[in-house]
C-alpha cells in the first residue's frame, strides 16, 4: 500500500502571498489530520477531517484552513504568509477516526519557507 | 486536555546496546493511549508502537517495547540492540478519548547510536 503523499516537498514563498499543500492519504484511510514544526513550538496541531467535515481545529489563526475532498484528498490553504509560517507541514491519515488505537500514518512533510 | 513531557533533550548510546527514553504524560481523559514515533532527518514521522492505557500488557513491537506505568504516568520507550539506523528524534505523543485523531506531542528526544 503506498504511503501518505504529500506535495510539494519543498516551497518557498514571499511574505504576504497565499500557498495551498496537498497530501494524499493511505487509501482506505478517511480521516487526515495537518500539523505543523517548528523549532521552538514543536509539533502542533492544525486540524482534522473526515468525511469531507472538519471535526477537530487546533489554535491558528483563520489564515490556516484546509478542506477535504470525497476521495478522502486533503489541502491546507495559508493566506496571508508570515515569516513564523515557515515551517514543516505534515500530513496525517488514519484508518479509523477517533478510535484511540488507531495510529496516524505520515507523510514526508511540505517544508515552507517564508521570506 | 493532555500534556506530554520527554526531559532528555538528547540520549547517546553504543552501538548494540538498548536505551530508554522517558515520557511522562497528564491528561483528565479516563481512557487514552500512548504512540512514540520516530523522525529521521529526512522529516517522515514513522509510527513505531503503540499502548493503550487499559490495556494489562506492556506493548513489543520487535525492538521496541513501551514500559508503561500508569500511576506514575509513564510510557517509556525501551529500543534493545541499538542500530546506526535508529539515530533519529524520537517523540511521545498521546490522545484521549475526546481527542479525535488530535495527537498531542512532546518535545522530542534527538536519539545518537555511536558505532
Known amino acids: 500500500k503506498a504511503g501518505v503523499t504529500q506535495t510539494p516537498r519543498y516551497l518557498i514563498k514571499t511574505r504576504g502571498q497565499q500557498v495551498t499543500l496537498s497530501c494524499s492519504p493511505i487509501?482506505?484511510?478517511?480521516?487526515v489530520s495537518w500539523y505543523q514544526q517548528t523549532p521552538g513550538q514543536g509539533l502542533q496541531f492544525l486540524f482534522e477531517y473526515f468525511s469531507e467535515t472538519q471535526r477537530n481545529k487546533g489554535n491558528f489563526p483563520g489564515r490556516f484552513s484546509g478542506r477535504q475532498f470525497s476521495n478522502s484528498r486533503s489541502e491546507m490553504n495559508v493566506s496571508t504568509l508570515e515569516l513564523g509560517d515557515s515551517a514543516l507541514y505534515l500530513c496525517?491519515?488514519?484508518?479509523?477516526?477517533?478510535?484511540?488505537?488507531?495510529?496516524?500514518?505520515f507523510g514526508n512533510g511540505t517544508r515552507l519557507t517564508v521570506t | 486536555a493532555q500534556k506530554i513531557t520527554q526531559t532528555q533533550p538528547g540520549m547517546f548510546v553504543q552501538e548494540k546496546e538498548a536505551v530508554t527514553l522517558d515520557c511522562t504524560y497528564d491528561t483528565s481523559d479516563p481512557s487514552y493511549g500512548l504512540f512514540w514515533y520516530k523522525q529521521p532527518s529526512s522529516g517522515e514521522m514513522i509510527f513505531l508502537i503503540y499502548?493503550?492505557?487499559?490495556?494489562?500488557q506492556n506493548a513489543t513491537e520487535g525492538r521496541y517495547s513501551l514500559n508503561f506505568q500508569k500511576a506514575r504516568k509513564s510510557a517509556n520507550l525501551v529500543i534493545s540492540a541499538s542500530q546506526l539506523g535508529d539515530s533519529a528524534m524520537y517523540f511521545c505523543?498521546?490522545?484521549?478519548?475526546?481527542?479525535?485523531?488530535?495527537?498531542?506531542f512532546g518535545e522530542g528526544t534527538q536519539l545518537t547510536v555511536n558505532p
Open positions: 496525517a491519515s488514519s484508518e479509523l477516526a477517533g478510535r484511540r488505537g488507531s495510529p496516524l500514518h
Open positions: 499502548q493503550g492505557s487499559y490495556d494489562q
Open positions: 487509501s482506505g484511510h478517511r480521516s
Open positions: 505523543a498521546m490522545k484521549g478519548e475526546t481527542s479525535g485523531s488530535r495527537l498531542t
